[in-house]
């Protein structure tokens, strides 16, 4: 029975690992108690979240939300897939822990479409991707804990200090302050380098770097 959810903790991130074939409602049942017995352990903490085991749809998401808001105080930062491993989101963890994303940066939870676009005057972090046709802008940085194909537009206001960062990057225009970057060589960047990848300005530039080293 004790199997049936594992949760795996580190200082940057939380796994929950859910049987595959067991009934949903018993699962949550388990979840709700591992997380009363162990809240006292995720005292104030700023984590990271993924699941395994099995798919789940966005309505059973919300509910472990839910159940983790209700049993511990820990500030759950993004939701990743298991596989980025915990150095794919230590940095933006550790960096929203340092304040890097201001109180009034925008969290936006999905997927942007087609002709969607999404703004914010502060900082952004988006937990899905942004799609071809779709378009995101921000006064400070960008964090797409997704794929971008879309355009992004990083300082908006002129903050040529800004970065976006994404798992995986593919725009079809990207901006920092007044800084345009070259698709094509930014394309070629994105091919070079595994993992997520952060654009920033150097000199009139806008270049790629691993996220994590």
Same mark, same amino acid.
């Given at each position: 029975?004790?199997?049936?959810?594992?949760? &795996?903790?580190?200082?940057?991130?939380?796994?929950?690992?859910?049987?595959?074939? !067991?009934? #949903?409602?018993?699962?949550?049942? =388990?979840?709700?108690?591992?997380?009363?017995?162990?809240? &006292?352990?995720?005292?104030?903490? =700023? #984590?990271?979240?993924?699941?395994? %085991?099995?798919?789940?749809? &966005?309505?059973?998401?919300?509910?472990?939300? /839910?159940?983790?808001?209700?049993?511990?105080?820990?500030?759950? $930062?993004?939701? $990743?897939?298991?596989?980025?491993?915990?150095?794919?989101? &230590?940095?933006?963890?550790?960096?929203? !822990?340092?304040? +890097?994303?201001?109180?009034?940066? #925008?969290?936006?939870?999905?997927?942007?479409?087609?002709?969607?676009?999404?703004?914010?005057?502060?900082?952004?972090?988006?937990?899905?991707?942004?799609?071809? %046709?779709?378009?995101?802008?921000?006064? /400070?940085? *960008?964090?797409?804990?997704?794929?971008?194909? %879309?355009?992004?537009?990083?300082?908006? %206001?002129?903050?040529?200090?800004?970065?976006? !960062? +994404?798992?995986?990057?593919?725009? =079809?225009?990207?901006? *920092?302050?007044?800084?345009?970057?070259?698709?094509?060589?930014?394309?070629?960047?994105?091919?070079?380098?595994? /993992?997520? =990848?952060? +654009?920033?300005?150097?000199?009139?530039?806008?270049?790629?770097?691993?996220? $994590?080293?």
């Amino acid at each position: 029975m004790d199997r049936l959810v594992t949760i &795996r903790s580190s200082r940057y991130g939380l796994d929950i690992e859910l049987d595959p074939d !067991a009934d #949903m409602r018993v699962l949550l049942e =388990k979840l709700d108690e591992k997380f009363r017995e162990t809240s &006292r352990f995720f005292e104030n903490a =700023k #984590m990271a979240l993924s699941f395994s %085991g099995r798919r789940l749809s &966005r309505p059973e998401e919300d509910r472990i939300l /839910g159940i983790i808001q209700k049993n511990t105080q820990i500030d759950v $930062v993004c939701i $990743v897939e298991q596989e980025d491993g915990g150095t794919a989101y &230590r940095s933006i963890v550790e960096q929203a !822990a340092a304040g +890097a994303f201001k109180e009034e940066g #925008m969290f936006y939870r999905g997927t942007l479409e087609r002709r969607q676009i999404l703004e914010s005057d502060s900082d952004l972090v988006i937990l899905g991707d942004v799609e071809p %046709g779709a378009k995101v802008s921000a006064g /400070g940085n *960008i964090v797409i804990m997704g794929s971008l194909y %879309g355009s992004a537009h990083a300082g908006s %206001g002129g903050d040529k200090s800004a970065f976006i !960062a +994404a798992l995986f990057l593919q725009p =079809k225009e990207l901006w *920092i302050g007044d800084v345009e970057a070259n698709r094509h060589i930014i394309c070629q960047e994105s091919l070079s380098i595994k /993992g997520p =990848k952060i +654009a920033v300005v150097d000199g009139n530039r806008i270049y790629l770097d691993p996220l $994590v080293d």
